[in-house]
């Protein structure tokens, strides 16, 4: 009898990545399990993030992981950073959230806009998780429209002077710096902003009901002072913060893959167990049609990321189909952790099990960085060639 195929990965899609790659899952996946995995329920329940796995996970060089070995990072490629994320999502999205926006929306932007002297001074340290970073570009008001941005920066002799508020930014209470995107009179620019500057304020959000074990936070900014050589000098206009997320959109495509995996594998391990009527609930005609659309869809999505990766790493990727990918791939999750909380019953809607707490922080996942329809559109834009936004 042949053996059976692998559950989680019916495509053998792991047989497509390098001896390397598998190496980077591997060793995340075993940080995950042996140190997330115990602990995330509580620090759901507590609304608590773990800050004491960032020493390990900088030790595993997971933060700016494709980012050049002379600043102090891993130089991974882009498939690997994918599977660092969706491990660290199959742990928690909170954990992935903090470990996305520390590389892709505060390392990457210094990475690509800084100059050598920023570069040499910040990633380094951050890197090895010294320094915390922020992303300030969404603000109360704003939302999907981040042109329609109110904090603005002026020049003050050879100093900049921020005023404004920023909204739902991960990490902002634990972070050192910020990476604020601000109107000036010469468009949007970006600017490092230690958050010990007089005048900065970061305001944690509480009664969140989704990605609990994560810091979200609202930013202030009364006239802070900071001085040009904080500017990130080496862009102007929108193109900046959307290049950023760009780079954090395409994690997120991996994500919610090792949220889905969480998912599907405790159903099936729940499903053997349960015994219903006098067999166990995988008997279930109804039960194995639900798992198998599970499969179908995982699979999808892990071929979609796997294709988007290769084509990142080859500079071939566009932002439309990274849309396509985070589109597609947060729908699959939430969909699928909606109905293995409901195949888990009861026993579902506590900690204890893992749907619950990766469907209510999917809600999150499948907004931020551009909500669902806001893909749509852009997908909708490609094919068409009009703007509907």
Not at 43 to 63: H, M, N, S, T, Y
Not at 102 to 115: E, T
Not at 283 to 295: E, H, T, V
Not at 310 to 318: C, H, Y
């Amino acid at each position: 009898m042949a053996a059976r195929l692998n559950p989680l990965d019916l495509y053998d899609v792991r047989s497509l990545l390098t001896d390397e790659e598998r190496m980077v899952q591997d060793t995340v996946g075993r940080f995950v399990d042996e140190k997330v995995l115990p602990i995330i329920g509580d620090c759901f329940d507590q609304g608590r993030f773990p800050k004491e796995l960032v020493p390990e996970i900088a030790g595993l060089g997971l933060l700016g992981a494709t980012i050049p070995e002379q600043y102090g990072c891993a130089g991974m490629n882009g498939v690997s950073y994918g599977l660092i994320c969706q491990e660290l999502e199959r742990g928690d999205s909170g954990l992935r959230s903090f470990a996305s926006v520390q590389s892709s929306l505060c390392m990457y932007p210094i990475y690509a806009y800084g100059n050598e002297e920023q570069k040499m001074h910040y990633l380094p340290k951050m890197a090895a998780g010294e320094i915390i970073g922020c992303f300030g570009l969404t603000e109360p008001h704003g939302g999907s429209d981040p042109a329609n941005m109110k904090t603005s920066a002026r020049k003050d002799g050879g100093d900049w002077i921020i005023n404004g508020a920023k909204m739902w930014i991960t990490n902002g209470n634990i972070a050192q710096i910020a990476i604020v995107w601000a109107q000036t009179e010469d468009g949007i620019q970006g600017f490092i902003v230690p958050t010990d500057s007089k005048g900065f304020t970061a305001q944690e959000v509480h009664k969140k009901m989704s990605l609990r074990a994560s810091v979200t936070s609202a930013l202030f900014f009364d006239n802070v002072r900071i001085p040009d050589a904080n500017r990130l000098p080496n862009v102007k206009g929108l193109k900046g913060p959307l290049g950023c997320l760009t780079q954090a959109r395409y994690g997120i495509t991996w994500g919610p893959i090792g949220a889905a995996q969480a998912c599907l594998k405790e159903v099936l391990d729940y499903t053997q167990e349960r015994v219903l009527f006098g067999r166990p609930l995988a008997s279930n005609q109804a039960i194995q049609l639900k798992m198998a659309d599970m499969a179908r869809r995982i699979t999808g999505a892990q071929l979609l990321s796997l294709q988007l990766g290769r084509l990142k790493d080859a500079g071939k990727m566009e932002p439309t189909q990274v849309s396509l990918a985070k589109w597609n791939n947060c729908r699959m999750a939430i969909d699928i952790a909606r109905d293995c909380r409901d195949i888990l019953g009861g026993a579902g809607i506590t900690v204890e099990h893992s749907a619950i707490r990766h469907a209510l922080n999917l809600e999150s996942v499948i907004t931020y960085e551009g909500t669902e329809t806001v893909h749509q559109l852009v997908v909708g834009r490609e094919l068409t060639g009009i703007n509907a936004f």
